[in-house]
């Protein structure tokens, strides 16, 4: 059996790199917008509202439920969370 190496965890979780560079960077939202949300400290129906969510929805954040969130829906709370979103776009190695 041959042993693989990855750059990160999408790498080899994903079936395109395609996929994986979308999934590194919804990770990458989710995880920002949630050390926002617990630096609020409000309880998580006040920050839901802050950022125009039902609570159960924001709780799918907060636990990390990667896959219930597009990478749209993602940008458009980090915004809601007052953070600033950039692309940066190199070529592939």
């Known amino acids: 059996m041959q042993r693989e190496s990855f750059d990160n965890v999408w790498d080899a979780l994903e079936s395109s790199p395609a ?3 979308s999934m590194k960077m919804r990770s990458t ?3 920002a917008i949630e050390r926002q949300v617990r ?6 129906a ?3 509202r802050r950022l125009g969510i039902t609570q159960p929805r924001l709780n799918d954040l907060l636990r990390g439920r990667i896959g219930n969130f597009s990478l749209d829906a993602l940008i458009a709370l980090a915004r809601a969370a007052g953070l600033s979103v950039r692309l940066e776009i190199d070529r592939a190695a």
Do not use: G, S
Request: no cysteine; aromatic share 6%.
């Open 19 to 21: 996929e994986a560079a």
């Open 29 to 31: 939202l989710l995880i």
């Open 46 to 48: 006040e920050a839901a």
């Open 39 to 44: 630096e609020w400290e409000l309880t998580q």
